[in-house]
């Protein structure tokens, strides 16, 4: 079955320091691979997507993201984190190159401390 | 900020009572979708719609229906709820083939 799994419910770093969220995938075929964050009251929002090429994706306020295909990964990272990215993080991968059917992970907390 | 916008934001509704929650999107997209998420879950996809007069259901089976008479507007009816529809409805949109989705700020449902 095709599935997307972010195995930490939380992460914890302090201002400043790197950080990483993590996202592994099981589909057949090609990955298409997004991050998605979600603020309080709010709709998610596109962060980066992989869909060919390089394997280092840079994205949106000072996200970038690595696909590694040997490892079926497609973790989150961000040199020096702010308070300001606390929020809930979604990995997903498309099923289809038509981008209809997103298979959402169960999500990661990441709490920057001040 | 993306252009889509859910009404109401927040409804707390008595069981067997028929709601619709509105989406509407300004930017001309021709992909729109429902997600439907309970707190600390994922995602799941219940409707999608490629264009006009097109509707299609997702992978989490749902009572609800949808419409797509106009571009800009996709309405979800649930023509009587009960205790177990109580959730967030998310709805999104896209342009073309594997573009990003534009969401919505939500509906928070509550039946009781």
């Known amino acids: 079955a095709q599935s997307v799994a972010q195995p930490e419910d939380q992460v914890n770093v302090a201002e400043g320091n790197p950080l990483t969220v993590k996202c592994t995938y099981s589909?057949?075929?090609?990955?298409?691979l997004f991050w998605y964050v979600q603020y309080p009251n709010r709709g998610l929002q596109f962060l980066l997507k992989?869909?060919?090429?390089?394997?280092l994706v840079k994205g949106s306020y000072g996200f970038e993201a690595e696909f590694n295909k040997s490892q079926t990964s497609f973790h989150l990272k961000k040199p020096s984190a702010l308070v300001s990215d606390s929020a809930l993080y979604f990995c997903?991968?498309?099923?289809?190159?038509?981008?209809?059917?997103?298979?959402f992970g169960k999500g990661t907390t990441l709490s920057v401390s001040s | 900020e993306a252009d889509i916008y859910q009404t109401p934001r927040y409804l707390v509704i008595g069981t067997g009572k028929k709601i619709t929650l509105e989406c509407s999107q300004t930017?001309?997209?021709?992909?729109m979708y429902w997600y439907q998420q309970d707190p600390g879950m994922e995602l799941h996809l219940i409707h999608y719609?490629?264009?006009?007069?097109?509707?299609e259901k997702g992978d989490l089976s749902s009572e609800s229906t949808v419409s797509r008479i106009r571009t800009e507007h996709f309405p979800l009816t649930l023509e009587s709820a009960r205790p177990s529809h109580t959730s967030q409805y998310l709805c999104?949109?896209?342009?073309?083939?594997?573009?990003?989705?534009?969401f919505g700020p939500g509906t928070r449902l509550t039946v009781l």
């Open positions: 997903a991968v498309a099923l289809n190159q038509a981008g209809t059917a997103l298979i």
């Open positions: 999104a949109s896209s342009y073309g083939g594997l573009r990003e989705q534009f």
């Open positions: 589909v057949s075929g090609n990955p298409y």
């Open positions: 930017m001309g997209h021709d992909k």
């Open positions: 719609s490629y264009g006009v007069n097109s509707t």
């Open positions: 992989y869909i060919t090429g390089d394997n």
